[in-house]
């Protein structure tokens, strides 16, 4: 009888377990970062810059309300953070969405180093400084891209490379390719992701 007893208990247990999983809310903040890909067309059409810009203030909103509830404990959940927060459009959202790349290095993500580089440079150019490691790349009413303002002699190529920026050479070539219409391939440096 005592083992009929026991073993009744651990199946209920497994089945109190299972149920809880099944209720465990899928990753929020990942599927934001799914949607904000998704609509700026990664994996298929994007949505026009109205909509977009209306559903990432909208994710921002909810990104900070997990952030301040203590639910963002992963280094994907601060990398993916992370994103979301540098389409924003003060210089508090960039400057956060940096603080936010540097958890998720912290935490061991690796792939979050660029974006640390990046929302670095974006917070620099919104606060009228130069970027330092030259991530941003832009243009105006069919100007031909810049770089501009860039302190390109503050961060040296080797300290660039840690961050899996691309070098100076590289970079001029982006712009190059931008400015013929193309994607430049050089974005990332080999063996780095994003």
């Known amino acids: 009888m005592k083992t009929l007893i026991i073993g009744s208990a651990a199946i209920a247990l497994a089945v109190l377990a299972i149920a809880q999983q099944a209720s465990t809310p899928v990753n929020e903040?990942?599927?934001?970062y799914i949607q904000d890909q998704a609509d700026r067309g990664v994996g298929g059409q994007?949505?026009?810059?109205?909509?977009t810009e209306v559903r990432d203030r909208a994710r921002r909103i909810r990104?900070?309300?997990?952030?301040?509830?203590?639910?963002?404990?992963?280094?994907?959940?601060f990398h993916d953070a992370t994103f979301?927060?540098?389409?924003g459009h003060d210089p508090e959202d960039y400057l956060l969405a940096h603080v936010l790349a540097?958890?998720?290095?912290?935490?061991g993500d690796a792939n979050s180093l660029w974006i640390s580089a990046a929302t670095l440079d974006r917070y620099?150019?919104?606060?009228?400084?130069?970027?330092?490691f030259g991530t941003q790349y832009n243009n105006h009413d069919n100007s031909p891209y810049t770089q501009a303002p860039y302190s390109r002699d503050l961060i040296p190529d080797q300290l660039?490379?840690?961050?899996?920026?691309?070098?100076?050479?590289q970079q001029r070539k982006n712009i190059d390719a931008f400015n013929i219409g193309q994607y430049p391939a050089g974005m990332i440096p080999p063996g780095c992701t994003r």
């Not at 979301?84 to 389409?87: C, L, N």
């Not at 620099?124 to 330092?132: D, F, K, N, S, T």
């Not at 660039?160 to 050479?169: Q, S, Y």
């Open 29 to 32: 903040v990942h599927q934001l």
């Open 46 to 51: 994007s949505l026009p810059w109205e909509k």
């Open 63 to 77: 990104v900070h309300d997990l952030l301040e509830s203590d639910h963002l404990k992963t280094a994907e959940d």
């Open 84 to 87: 979301i927060y540098q389409h």
């Open 102 to 107: 540097m958890v998720a290095v912290q935490k």
């Open 124 to 132: 620099l150019q919104a606060i009228g400084q130069p970027q330092v």
């Open 160 to 169: 660039r490379a840690l961050f899996c920026v691309p070098d100076m050479e």
